[in-house]
């Protein structure tokens, strides 16, 4: 296995949802804390979004900032839909 950083960052992102990647990816830039935990949130639930709001570790130090604690009926956040939205159309590293 490569020790590339770039590489590492690719392959991961070619295991990740398309409606994610734009998130993973400014993370791994840097850029943003915010997408940071969200990115952490989603691979630690496998990318469903669902088990993050039905989430119960309350000791993990992302718990209490944790995305989609709250979807609206429509089954969307709409905080975090416009993120998706705007980090789902940057593409891949490289
Ligand atoms: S808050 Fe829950 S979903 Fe987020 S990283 Fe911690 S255990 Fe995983």
Request: charge should be positive; aromatic fraction near 8%.
């Amino acid at each position: 296995m490569s020790n590339d950083p770039i590489q590492k960052i690719n392959q991961r992102l070619s295991q990740i949802p398309k409606a994610y990647k734009g998130i993973y990816k400014k993370a791994v830039q840097g850029k943003s804390l915010r997408a940071a935990v969200n990115a952490q949130c989603l691979e630690c639930t496998g990318w469903q979004r669902k088990e993050i709001t039905l989430c119960t570790a309350k000791a993990c130090p992302l718990y209490a900032i944790r995305p989609y604690q709250e979807i609206l009926q429509d089954g969307h956040n709409e905080a975090f839909s416009a993120v998706e939205s705007k980090n789902s159309e940057q593409g891949y590293i490289g």
